[in-house]
């Protein structure tokens, strides 16, 4: 064993959050949820699963929740739903596996304000402006994006007072920008790499990134080989977006939210049938490389080897989540 091995950070001696994973969204089919098991064999103590994205209807976003919270509850020993911070530690206290939920998007909410806490109260720890296209709160970063308008503010402003956390991946340039100065509280991108390493629509531009951190802000880098380059998702290239984020506004604001994607044949589907939401010509196709959750102690390898100290990386791992949660979600 040569001197690097010896030197390896073990993942266990940190709490490791993954704030977007993204299993089928059919609430009648659970062959996947027990692949969650995967996640934490693999050292992950907190998953946030994805329960609905663009276009989904109201009903479907709580069709998800409900199917998905009493798969969850009917296995109390390896899963604990996160009502709050406590949760998280409790949960890796005794062996658990933490669970929260996302949305990415507000047609989750269509017109009506008041489902946003309805939607925290079952579990959704944060949610989108906007998924690629634009809609009532504002643009997509794949359409003609208007900026920010009045229900999208009264939306930040009603997430502040509840307690659920603002996203602004899949959101549009200038209607992020200014979501990030109108919010009450930090707003994340949950799922988001720098444009600077790669030029795709779904980055984004340093000036976001450092507009981000400046509010409190975290930005999660993800696995998806399109938007880290060369569809190339190996440990040491998503570990090239985590050093650049960190290098330009420092190792608090840096986060890990995988979108591993557990039904391939599924999203391969879906792609193939929506050009207008996924257009070939961004790079969207079957076959996308991935990032698995079970590299990522070979991520916190290859970050190690570039200077990453074990506070560096327990902050990048999960730590920068967990300071958001402190801060933003309420009991």
């Known amino acids: ?22 299993m089928p969204l059919r609430p009648h089919d659970h062959s996947f949820l027990d692949q969650l098991q995967w996640h934490h064999r693999n050292g992950t103590d907190v998953v ?26 009917a296995r109390p020993a390896q899963y604990r739903l996160i009502r709050s911070v406590a949760d998280i530690h409790a949960a890796r206290a005794t062996g658990q596996l933490a669970v929260g939920f996302d949305i990415e998007g507000a047609n989750a909410i269509g017109d009506q304000l008041s489902l946003i806490e309805l939607y925290r109260d079952l579990g959704v720890r944060w949610m989108l402006l906007a998924y690629n296209q634009n809609n009532r709160a504002g643009g997509g970063c ?16 009603e997430m ?50 450092r507009a981000c951190a400046a509010r409190g802000g975290v930005i999660g880098i993800n ?10 998702a ?3 290239n998503v570990a090239r977006h985590v050093l650049y984020v960190a290098e330009l506004v420092g190792i608090e604001h840096v986060g890990i939210g995988l979108d591993f994607i557990h039904d391939r044949q599924e999203v391969d589907a879906f792609l193939a049938a ?14 996308m490389d991935m990032l698995s959750p079970a590299e990522l102690p070979a991520l916190a390898n290859e970050l190690a080897t570039h200077g990453m100290s074990e506070a560096d990386l327990a902050a990048v791992f999960g730590g920068n989540w967990l300071r958001m949660a402190e801060q933003v979600w309420r009991d």
């Open 160 to 209: 502040a007072r509840v307690g659920m956390i603002g996203c602004c991946s899949h959101t549009g340039y200038r209607t992020a920008r200014q979501a990030i100065d109108a919010s009450p509280s930090p707003l994340i991108f949950s799922h988001s790499n720098p444009r600077a390493l790669f030029q795709h629509p779904r980055n984004i531009p340093d000036d976001l990134i």
């Open 48 to 73: 946030m699963l994805n329960v609905g994205f663009g276009d989904d209807s109201i009903e479907a976003h709580l069709r998800m929740l409900a199917s998905l919270r009493a798969w969850l509850a």
């Open 223 to 232: 696995g998806i080989g399109l938007f880290l380059g060369g569809n190339d």
């Open 1 to 22: 064993m040569n001197a690097q091995e010896q030197q390896a950070p073990s993942l266990s001696s940190m709490l490791v959050w993954d704030n977007h994973v993204c």
């Open 274 to 287: 929506n050009p207008d939401k996924f257009p070939p010509h961004l790079g969207y196709s079957a076959g």
């Open 234 to 236: 190996s440990p040491s």
């Open 142 to 157: 794949q359409d003609d994006d208007p900026g920010l308008s009045d229900f999208g503010r009264a939306m930040l402003e």
